[in-house]
């Protein structure tokens, strides 16, 4: 296994700066947004896709500090009804076009999600009651997620890319195990799961044993962690409207490994990994709003060090 980052997680800092960051944390790898909910602060995707020598200028700068690119990263919604899906969906095609172009063999995005019929922004469907929400449901994906997957994955195989890695997220129409096995079987399988433990925990459910579940369908591992705030959580549920800046008010929030569930709890997880044959990155995703992003990053970084498996054994 290796040990990386989401390069947004030090999106405060140039370009240089953030590879030097990098080095001196001694990462291994970096995943680079390409835009849609990223601002893309490290990469300018129509520049890259523009001109070979940028691209050749691009990966030589991260080579020279001892790094690897693992991903691109274009999360957004693709699915949303209007124009916005329209404007995600062309960063995706965009991001593909220059993996291929790249020799990048592998994108981290969303499922996406649709609005019900005649909506005009996406609808978050999770309960099968009152009726006409299991209809809208069904309409989402079979009017609209599945058809336009099985066209994705067909673009993916053409550009190259042999895992397009779906980040298991609430508020899309992959948000768990079984969406995701959902989405897979339909579109093909070069579609596989980013599995990021933090999401599964805000929405109540227990990471670990969802690695078995998805076993080899697990394509790439975000490394964040959340912290539930039972304080606020009990008598308000998980269920959480409050903007993230309001740290203290929450039912939860995205902290620092470690800060939200214990070094053992890590160790379980990348041991769990390593037993479906997970022998990849694991990618930081810094988004503690009370801790600054260096030290939060240097100690993720500590605490990957002390349980990560170096050697899985296939």
Known sequence: MKIG???????????????????????????????????????????????????????????????????????????????????????????????????????????????????????????????????????????????YWKKLSKLGKDC???????????????????TMAKLRDAAGDNVGANYDPSHMMWMGGEPLTGIRKLGEAIFYVHAKDTRIDRQNADPNTLLETKTNARVRDRSWNYVTLGYGHNESWWRDFVSLLAQVGYDDVLSIEHEDLAMSPMEGMRRSVELLERVIIREVVH
Not at 18 to 24: D, T, Y
Not at 70 to 76: D, R, V
Not at 161 to 176: F, R
């Open 5 to 147: 980052m989401i390069t947004d997680s030090l999106g405060n800092l140039s370009f240089d700066a953030m590879l030097k960051a990098s080095a001196e944390l001694k990462l291994e790898t970096l995943e680079f947004a390409c835009g849609n909910w990223s601002s893309a602060p490290h990469l300018k995707l129509d520049r890259m896709l523009e001109s070979e020598k940028v691209r050749k200028e691009f990966k030589a700068k991260v080579k020279d500090h001892g790094l690897e690119i693992a991903a691109l990263n274009c999360s957004g919604n693709q699915l949303a009804p209007g124009d916005y899906g329209k404007q995600h969906d062309e960063v995706v095609r965009k991001t593909f076009k220059l993996a291929k172009l790249m020799g990048i063999p592998r994108v981290v995005m969303m499922s996406g999600l649709p609005g019900g019929p005649g909506d005009a922004n996406p609808n978050w469907i999770i309960t099968a009651w009152p009726p006409e929400a299991t209809k809208a449901l069904n309409w989402q994906w079979d009017k609209i997620a599945i058809p």
């Open 160 to 178: 190259g890319i042999d895992k397009i890695c779906i980040e298991i997220h609430g508020g899309q129409l992959v948000y768990n195990t079984e």
